[in-house]
Nanobody, 124 residues
Framework: QVQLVESGGGLVQAGGSLRLSCAAS????????MGWFRQAPGKEREFVAG????????SYADSVKGRFTISRDNAKNTVYLQMNSLKPEDTAVYYC?????????????????WGQGTQVTVSS
């Protein structure tokens, strides 16, 4: 049974940085893509970033390009999201998701497993 556990969220001032981690357990191979999504109060869950199984392909939402970096360590079954130059509008619960296929679509329904989320709050 696949489980995803996020960590690294917290409260940070605008312009600051955070690094989120997502550890996957119960996976039997590394052939899976990973994505980060976020959901702010009253809004739909939205795609933030995704990474292919090898790490050779990444994708970002326009709103975070140049500020966020997704990476993964397959030896640790862990994916990271480095968030720099944070803005108040980045405030949300951040979720990691695993897709049992390659490719990093922005559609939530194409991911098979989800973590519980970690809160990121950026103060102005």
């Amino acid at each position: 049974q696949v489980q995803l556990v996020e960590s690294g969220g917290g409260l940070v001032q605008a312009g600051g940085s955070l690094r989120l981690s997502c550890a996957a357990s119960g996976v039997t191979s590394t052939y899976y893509a990973m994505g980060w999504f976020r959901q702010a109060p009253g809004k739909e869950r939205e795609f933030v970033a995704g990474i292919s199984w090898s790490g050779g392909s990444t994708s970002y939402a326009d709103s975070v390009k140049g500020r966020f970096t997704i990476s993964r360590d397959n030896a640790k079954n862990t994916v990271y999201l480095q968030m720099n130059s944070l803005k108040p509008e980045d405030t949300a619960v951040y979720y990691c998701a695993l897709r049992r296929a390659n490719g990093v679509p922005a559609t939530t329904t194409l991911y098979d497993y989800w973590g519980q989320g970690t809160q990121v709050t950026v103060s102005s």
